[in-house]
């Protein structure tokens, strides 16, 4: 997928001029934060859980290589293969080859954020192979080729209306006069339709949520119970994931599972959590005859051990976009690849390079909610200054914030001095606003202007009058 | 008192430096009503947060050697903002990593570094005020305040104690008003959207006043109810606890 994080403003402002997208932005922030809070209110140990969780995931990055080996020992064991991809074009590679070798025409995909990251449904249509997205709203989005706009919702930004309009589009072997208002209706089509591709695919893909060392088991959890056909129906099953998603044990597995769907969608646990471990066994009465697990590493280990090295921990829940007040105005596509919100505007520069990336950490009011409702209590606000910080000492923001910047400082550094500057700037400011106690229009403050009034200044500064207060009284 | 009266250092903040002047001397007229001897040092301009936030450490460090050296001598510095506060207390010490004995020095003043209603209420106990103001409001909880200072309870404790006045809470009191320093301005489309939202909050309430302890918010949030026409009155809630409302509120004549 090309990415558009270069054009974040203009992406910004398409999407607040969208009222369909503003819409459904409306009731994506009325409706997930408060089934997390109704959620967490119900289980008094949340928070316990969360350091918990946190402490499972540090330990994890500590001994990642540790528990890597042991996963690929047990999955080798349980005559499954692990496959180690460095980047994303290897990960195309071997899950290609993988689904040549089994002479796969169709591939059904449970919901990846891997398989976006690395493209590889256009990966496998260049080369002949159809990938059936089998998630309804990975579906949907796959049919109006579009990425993903919510790391647990993938079409949250549609209405619909919508969907209604792309299946009349796509499917016409139904009646063109066929009512698709209920919700319902909807989901019958997509079932209808889906039902051929699942039983008619070669080989069947999937994400993780987890990957257990102790075991070589794969954790996936999803609401609609596509993830289980798509890992048992075929003849292979394909699992790419990244490769910190590994956790020690299966309580460890459990433990996590207690605070993902509670963060995600405020479940006390997903509808279908699903641990598969290795191929079909003698005697099994259904699974897969193949087992591959591809790790995809992507950029991750530089992270280790850097500021960036908490990000690791994520377990994509999905809690901080649903309480970001910038995801909230702008949606998931603004972000302009595949991850968004907080942990999208730390994560994409290091996967495509802040020079591609470069407005995502910085449009941020560093409200620190983010930080707040993170299961595993990752400190977004100080990764985005992070990645700020990394941007100034290397000369990438704006030069005229930059020479802004300066000279503000230069004066904020010198008392005297600054004393000397602002005293009549705020003067003649507030000598201006005095009449109206207001600025409609500033020059140089037009982005303050654009959409607010700016309050006028007093005109004489606090320490001013303070020095002029006789004998310690105002 | 038996003790000696507790020696505050008061960081007026550049926009109440700036902007809003009488936000100080209600912080100073609750401080001393309290008890407190106040100091107001020269040597004062920012916090060094817009620095901070851009990435320039150099700036952000050199600004925060200044606040240490002015304000190490109080038994407490004061500070009129939330976001200020969180800066000298959550941040600060983070510049110094690798130089310990600053570090220390930086911990040590944020350690006694307050926001003023936390102060009042946490440390000094305050139990009530002497004040009046007639109208109900609404109260904004500034991000930095609430999340890294835990300023909650505190003005609304103290708000209760002000005759004829009653408080009205917001669905989204807790929500960020878009203002985030530079973001503001680098971003305003966003900014807008997000100053809408809180503004749609506070007239849902049916509120005639809007409070809050961060004078970038209520800037914020001022310039967006005028904008709209709103005759909604905007004040730091220090002028209302301190009975200094006779000026005009925050964009008002």
Do not use: Y
């Given at each position: 997928m090309e990415a558009t994080t270069r054009n974040f403003e203009r992406n910004a402002r398409k999407a607040l001029a969208d009222t369909k997208l503003q819409e459904a932005l409306a009731r994506l922030s009325h409706g997930f934060p408060a089934k997390r809070r109704q959620a967490i209110a119900r289980l008094p140990e949340f928070e316990a859980l969360r350091d918990a969780a946190r402490d499972i995931r540090n330990d994890v990055l500590e001994n990642l290589d540790f528990y890597l080996e042991r996963f690929e020992t047990r999955v080798g064991e349980r005559g499954g293969q692990v496959h180690w991809a460095r980047d994303a074009a290897e990960a195309r590679s071997l899950v290609l080859k993988i689904c040549q070798d089994a002479g796969a025409r169709t591939v059904t995909k449970s919901k990846s954020m891997i398989g976006e990251e690395i493209a590889i449904n256009e990966h496998l249509e260049a080369n002949g192979i159809t990938p059936v997205e089998t998630d309804l709203g990975e579906y949907i989005i796959q049919i109006r080729r579009e990425p993903p706009?919510?790391?647990?919702?993938?079409?949250?930004?549609?209405s619909k209306g919508q969907v209604a309009e792309s299946f009349k589009e796509k499917h016409g072997q139904f009646p063109k006069d066929r009512s698709l208002e209920e919700p319902r209706a909807l989901l019958d089509e997509a079932r209808t339709v889906l039902r051929e591709s699942f039983l008619e695919a070669d080989v069947g893909m999937t994400g993780a949520n987890m990957l257990v060392a102790e075991t070589g088991t794969v954790v996936v959890v999803t609401n609609e119970g596509n993830a289980d056909l798509t890992m048992s129906l075929p003849r292979v099953h394909i699992v790419i994931a990244s490769?910190?998603?590994?956790?020690?044990?299966l309580d460890d597995a459990a433990t996590l599972l207690r605070v993902l769907a509670r963060s995600a969608t405020?479940?006390?646990?997903?509808v279908y959590t699903t641990f598969s471990t290795g191929p079909r066994r003698p005697?099994?009465?259904?699974?897969?005859?193949a087992f591959h697990v591809v790790l995809l590493d992507n950029g991750r280990t530089?992270?280790?051990?850097?500021?960036?090295?908490?990000?690791?921990?994520?377990?994509?829940?999905?809690a901080c976009l649903n309480e970001c007040p910038i995801y909230r105005a702008v949606g998931g596509h603004a972000y302009g690849w595949v991850y968004s919100g907080p942990m999208g505007a730390v994560l994409t520069p290091v996967l495509i390079g802040i020079e591609h990336a470069g407005d995502l950490p910085n449009a941020s009011t560093l409200c620190g909610k983010c930080e707040d409702v993170c299961p595993v209590r990752i400190p977004l606000p100080r990764m985005l200054r992070h990645w700020r910080q990394r941007q100034f000492e290397g000369n990438q923001s704006s030069a005229a914030s930059r020479y802004g910047l300066k000279a503000w400082a230069f004066l904020a550094r010198r008392p005297a001095l600054y004393r000397l500057a602002v005293g009549p700037a705020v003067a003649v400011l507030g000598m201006l606003g005095?009449?109206?106690?207001?600025?409609?229009r500033l020059p140089l403050a037009g982005g303050w202007t654009a959409s607010r009034d700016l309050p006028a200044p007093a005109g004489r500064t606090f320490l001013a009058l303070w020095r002029k207060r006789p004998a310690g009284r105002p | 008192m038996s003790s000696p009266p507790p020696n505050v250092g008061l960081f007026v903040t550049c926009l109440v430096d700036l902007m809003r002047p009488v936000v100080g001397f209600a912080a100073v007229k609750l401080l001393e009503d309290a008890g407190c001897v106040v100091s107001v040092p020269a040597a004062q301009t920012c916090c060094g947060q817009p620095a901070y936030n851009a990435g320039d450490q150099t700036d952000a460090r050199a600004i925060a050697r200044q606040v240490i050296a002015a304000f190490e001598g109080f038994d407490y510095v004061v500070v009129p903002s939330g976001s200020c506060a969180g800066m000298i207390r959550v941040h600060f010490p983070g510049l110094f990593a690798g130089d310990a004995p600053m570090a220390g020095r930086a911990r040590a003043l944020g350690e006694r570094t307050f926001e003023l209603t936390q102060f009042l209420r946490d440390v000094l106990q305050v139990p009530d005020v002497e004040a009046e103001y007639i109208g109900t409001a609404t109260y904004h909880d500034g991000c930095a305040g609430l999340r890294e200072m835990g300023v909650k309870e505190q003005p609304r404790a103290l708000l209760a104690a002000v005759r004829g006045l009653e408080l009205k809470e917001g669905g989204e009191a807790e929500i960020c008003c878009g203002f985030g320093g530079l973001f503001c301005v680098k971003y305003p489309d966003i900014s807008g959207r997000i100053v809408d939202g809180k503004v749609d909050d506070v007239l849902a309430t049916g509120a005639d006043t809007l409070l809050g302890g961060d004078l970038g918010c209520l800037l914020n949030v001022a310039g967006r109810l005028k904008r709209r026409g709103s005759d909604v009155r905007v004040r730091h809630v220090a002028e209302v606890l301190a009975g200094m409302t006779d000026g005009p509120p925050i964009g008002d004549p």
């Open positions: 706009s919510h790391l647990i919702a993938p079409a949250i930004h549609l490769l910190e998603k590994v956790v020690p044990t405020g479940q006390e646990i997903s005697g099994d009465l259904d699974g897969p005859e530089t992270m280790l051990g850097s500021e960036l090295h908490e990000m690791l921990r994520c377990i994509r829940c999905g005095r009449r109206r106690g207001r600025f409609r | -």
